[in-house]
């Protein structure tokens, strides 16, 4: 596991593909702005 294992971060920041483990935007800023456009 390493810089070769595309299942992996390391491997997908090598490679510079996007996936479970790295995923394209952090969910923390997804839920942040979901947060922000539907105030109740």
């Not at 595309?6 to 969910?27: E, H, N, Q, W």
């Amino acid at each position: 596991m390493g810089r070769g294992d595309k299942k992996t971060k390391k491997g997908k920041i090598a490679k510079g593909s996007f996936g479970k483990s790295r995923p394209a935007k952090p969910a923390r800023a997804k839920k942040a702005k979901e947060a922000k456009e539907k105030p109740e």
